[in-house]
């Protein structure tokens, strides 16, 4: 029994999974609050260029 806890103690196969589980995990909460920042600081860009495009005349010149 011992032995067995000592093996399995020194077995390093499923390290490398957990780094890329952790390193995946990190790349996308920092996707995440990017995404977030961004999308707070240009809110009314959007609305405002809407309101600016419906003034504009829209029709064929004669």
């Known amino acids: 029994m011992r032995n067995n806890l000592k093996t399995l103690l020194r077995d390093q196969s499923g390290a490398v999974t957990v780094d890329w589980i952790v390193l ?11 995404f977030a920042s961004l999308q ?15 003034t504009l005349p829209v029709g064929a010149k004669d």
């Not at 995946?24 to 996707?31: C, D």
């Not at 707070?40 to 419906?54: A, D, F, H, I, M």
């Open 40 to 54: 707070s600081e240009s809110g009314g860009v959007g609305v405002s260029l809407g309101e600016y495009l419906s």
């Open 24 to 34: 995946t995990a990190a790349v996308v909460a920092l996707a995440a609050v990017t």
